[in-house]
C-alpha cells in the first residue's frame, strides 16, 4: 500500500502535520508504536503552557511586549555560538518561530476553538542583565484545558480525516527503518507490536507479532526526544553542566526513547546539538506514579530558600524560576543530585503549582468554580495530596525538628541546625526594611509588581521564623529528565538535511526530535513555553511542505 505521506509519531507535532497533509486531499499514514490511548503523546500530559508575544491576555494585564523584546530574550537565552554550522538553521527558525509567536499563533489556534487562563505566567525570568537569560515580561500562557486542551484540536482534525479516508491511522507499528531508493525516501519498515490495553502513559508490551512494510512519497519523523531514555541521557549529557546525575526521575513516559533519531541517522539524517538538553531541578516523586520513575516538577514561585544537598543556600540567580539549566549547573557542582527548598505554610498556599495536566484538575477540567478554589485557604488539592502522602515533603513547626526530618529522610545526615538557623534567621532579618542587600528578596518584591504575580503566584514577603505563618515546610527536591534540544537538523521547510547539509529528497522532520526546529531552535536555554509552540510550529510547517510535494 503506498501513501502521499508516512507520519511516524502521533504525538502533537505528528498530528499537526496529519492533519495539515490531509486538509489538502492528500492521503496520510500515521504510525505509533504506543496503543491509541497515548494519542497525543507528550503533550497530552503538559500544563499546556504556550509562548505568545504581545497579546490580549498580556495587555490586559498591562504588560508591554514586543517582537524586538522577545527576541532579545531569545538571543540571550539560547546563546547559539555555532552559527555557520550546527546552529544555523536553529538561528533561521528561532527568528520564524518569534514572528509566529508575535503573529498568527494566537488567531490560528483561537479559530480551532482554543483558549487561554486570564492570568499570563512568567516563567524563566532569568536574573542576569537585560541581554541576558530569561523573559523581561511574563509570557507563560496556559490552554485553558492544559494538555489535552491543546492536543483537541488536531486529534479532532485528525480522526474526521481518518473516517473521510484522508488518514490511516496504525497504533502498535514501531518503524525500525527508513527505506531508500536511489538516494530519495520512499516508505518505511517495521514490526507490529502486540495489541496493548495499559492506560495512557503506562509502558506497554514490547512483544513483536509481525512485521510491515508501508511505501510513500514522503516521511515524516516526529517521535519525540531521549527523556525517557536514561543511558542516551548520560551518553549526551554536556561536560560544562558537570558530572550526569547519579539519579534522576523521568518527566516523561518510558516510550520517550529516542530509538527513531538513530534510525533517522542510519538513513543519512544529521543529528546536531547532541550536548544540549532540558531537565528540571524541582523534581519530586510521585506518589501516585503512571509510568516508571514517575517525577512531577514543581512551578515554585520566587520565595522558598533554595539549599544544596549540604544545606548551603544556592548563590543568585539559584532562585526557583529564574534559570533552570543555571541552577542544574550549580546543584550538580556540590557532587549531589538532590538539592531542599524550605518555604511556610503562607508560601505553599500561593506559590507551589505542579507541572501536568493531571496535577491541574480545575483546568485540565476547564472548572471555573475549581480554579476560584484555588484562592481560599490551605493548599491545592493536588499539593495537599503531595504533603500527605509524597515522601519528599517534611513539614514540622520548629526548625530544629525540620532539620532533624530533612536528615532522616536522605539517611545522610549531612544538614547542621546551626548553620541553616543562621542561614533563616539572617534572611528574616532583611524582612525589617523594604530595601535589602538580599537579592532574592529584592526579586521577590519585584515580581510582585506585576498584577498576576501579586494576585495568585507570589506570597506577600514575611519572616520564615514567625509561627503565624507556618508551619515550617522542607522538600527534597530530584532532577527530573525532560526535553532534548538537539536533534535532527531541518531546513524551514521541515527537510531533514545529511552530513553535508544537502536535503535527503523525500525525508522531513518535526518537533522534539527536530530540536523542535532546524535541528536546534532554542540553542542552549529555553524561554518555556515553547516546547508545545515548537511543535505546533514546526508540524505545521512541515506538513504543509510536504502537502505541496
Same mark, same amino acid.
Not at 539560547?78 to 508575535?102: H, T, V
Given at each position: ?19 495539515e497533509i490531509a486538509d489538502k486531499g492528500k492521503t496520510v499514514l500515521l504510525l505509533d508504536q504506543e496503543p491509541e490511548a497515548s494519542l497525543g503523546g507528550q503533550a497530552w500530559w503538559s500544563f499546556g503552557g504556550l509562548f505568545l508575544v504581545n497579546s490580549p491576555e498580556q495587555r490586559r494585564l498591562g504588560i508591554k511586549d514586543s517582537k524586538e523584546l522577545a527576541w532579545q530574550d531569545w538571543l540571550g537565552s539560547a546563546g547559539f555560538d555555532r552559527l555557520e554550522d550546527e546552529d544555523y538553521w536553529g538561528i533561521q527558525w528561532a527568528k520564524a518561530y518569534i514572528d ?11 479559530? +480551532? ?52 479516508? %484522508? ?10 527503518? $527508513? ?46 526526544? $531521549? ?40 538513513? &543519512? ?7 544540549? +538538553? ?17 517525577? $512531577? ?10 539549599l544544596d544537598a549540604t544545606g548551603k543556600r544556592l548563590p543568585v540567580p539559584g532562585l526557583p524560576g529564574f534559570d533552570t539549566l543555571g541552577t542544574l549547573e550549580l546543584i550538580q557542582q556540590t557532587g549531589y543530585s538532590y538539592s531542599w527548598f524550605i518555604l511556610t505554610q503562607k508560601i505553599i498556599e500561593r506559590e507551589f503549582a505542579l507541572s501536568g495536566s493531571e496535577q491541574n484538575p480545575d483546568l485540565t477540567g476547564k472548572s471555573i468554580a475549581q480554579v476560584l478554589k484555588r484562592a481560599l485557604p490551605g493548599a491545592p488539592g493536588p499539593v495537599q495530596a503531595f504533603?500527605?502522602?509524597?515522601? #519528599? ?12 526530618? +530533612? ?5 545522610? /545526615?549531612?544538614?547542621?541546625? %546551626? ?11 532583611? +524582612? ?20 498576576? /504575580? ?11 521564623? #514567625? ?5 515550617? $515546610? ?23 538535511? /545529511? ?15 527536530? &530540536? ?34
Amino acid at each position: 500500500m503506498s501513501f502521499n505521506a508516512i507520519v511516524v509519531g502521533a504525538g502533537l507535532a505528528g498530528l499537526v502535520a496529519a492533519a495539515e497533509i490531509a486538509d489538502k486531499g492528500k492521503t496520510v499514514l500515521l504510525l505509533d508504536q504506543e496503543p491509541e490511548a497515548s494519542l497525543g503523546g507528550q503533550a497530552w500530559w503538559s500544563f499546556g503552557g504556550l509562548f505568545l508575544v504581545n497579546s490580549p491576555e498580556q495587555r490586559r494585564l498591562g504588560i508591554k511586549d514586543s517582537k524586538e523584546l522577545a527576541w532579545q530574550d531569545w538571543l540571550g537565552s539560547a546563546g547559539f555560538d555555532r552559527l555557520e554550522d550546527e546552529d544555523y538553521w536553529g538561528i533561521q527558525w528561532a527568528k520564524a518561530y518569534i514572528d509566529f509567536a508575535a503573529g498568527e499563533k494566537r488567531s490560528w489556534l483561537h479559530q +480551532m476553538g482554543v483558549r487561554f487562563f486570564p492570568i499570563v505566567g512568567w516563567a524563566e525570568r532569568g536574573g542576569y542583565l537585560a541581554e541576558g537569560h530569561g523573559n523581561s515580561v511574563p509570557r507563560f500562557h496556559i490552554v485553558w484545558g492544559t494538555g489535552p486542551g491543546i492536543v483537541a484540536p488536531f486529534e479532532r482534525r485528525v480522526k474526521e480525516h481518518i473516517k473521510n479516508g %484522508q488518514i490511516v491511522y496504525r497504533p502498535r507499528h514501531r518503524v525500525e527503518e $527508513i527505506i531508500k531508493t536511489d538516494g530519495t525516501v520512499t516508505g518505511v519498515a517495521g514490526v507490529v507490536l502486540t495489541d496493548s490495553h495499559v492506560s495512557r502513559g503506562e509502558e506497554s508490551s514490547r512483544e513483536v507479532i509481525g512485521d510491515f512494510e508501508y511505501k510513500g512519497e514522503a516521511v515524516l519523523v516526529s517521535s519525540g526526544g $531521549i527523556g525517557g531514555n536514561f543511558d542516551l541521557i548520560r551518553e549526551n549529557w554536556p561536560k560544562r553542566l558537570g558530572e550526569p546525575p547519579s539519579e534522576m526521575l523521568s518527566g516523561v513516559p518510558a516510550h520517550v526513547d529516542g530509538r527513531m533519531l538513530s534510525i533517522t541517522n542510519q538513513a &543519512g539524517g544529521r543529528i546536531v546539538n547532541r550536548d544540549r +538538553m532540558w531537565h528540571y531541578t524541582e523534581g519530586i516523586k510521585n506518589w501516585n506514579s503512571i509510568w516508571p520513575n514517575h517525577g $512531577i516538577r514543581i512551578l515554585p514561585g520566587p520565595s522558598s530558600l533554595w539549599l544544596d544537598a549540604t544545606g548551603k543556600r544556592l548563590p543568585v540567580p539559584g532562585l526557583p524560576g529564574f534559570d533552570t539549566l543555571g541552577t542544574l549547573e550549580l546543584i550538580q557542582q556540590t557532587g549531589y543530585s538532590y538539592s531542599w527548598f524550605i518555604l511556610t505554610q503562607k508560601i505553599i498556599e500561593r506559590e507551589f503549582a505542579l507541572s501536568g495536566s493531571e496535577q491541574n484538575p480545575d483546568l485540565t477540567g476547564k472548572s471555573i468554580a475549581q480554579v476560584l478554589k484555588r484562592a481560599l485557604p490551605g493548599a491545592p488539592g493536588p499539593v495537599q495530596a503531595f504533603m500527605d502522602k509524597g515522601e #519528599d515533603f517534611i513539614i514540622a513547626d520548629h526548625l530544629s525538628e525540620l532539620v532533624d526530618g +530533612m536528615n532522616k529522610l536522605t539517611g545522610e /545526615d549531612l544538614l547542621s541546625y %546551626q548553620d541553616i538557623e543562621r542561614q533563616v534567621l539572617a534572611r528574616d532579618r532583611e +524582612m525589617e526594611n523594604t530595601f535589602t542587600k538580599d537579592l532574592q528578596i529584592t526579586a521577590l518584591r519585584g515580581v510582585r509588581n506585576y498584577i498576576g /504575580d501579586k494576585l495568585i503566584r507570589v506570597a506577600a514577603p514575611h519572616k520564615f521564623l #514567625d509561627r503565624k505563618n507556618g508551619p515550617l $515546610i522542607a522538600v527534597r527536591l530530584h532532577i527530573v529528565s525532560r526535553k532534548t534540544l538537539g536533534g535532527l537538523q531541518t531546513d524551514l521547510s521541515g527537510r531533514v538535511l /545529511d552530513l553535508n547539509g544537502q536535503v535527503i529528497p523525500g525525508l522531513f522532520a518535526a518537533g522534539e526530535v527536530s &530540536g523542535f526546529g532546524g535541528g536546534g531552535v532554542h540553542g542552549y536555554r529555553a524561554l518555556e513555553g515553547t516546547f508545545l509552540g515548537g511543535c505546533l510550529f514546526s508540524g505545521r510547517t512541515a506538513g504543509r511542505a510536504m502537502a505541496e510535494l
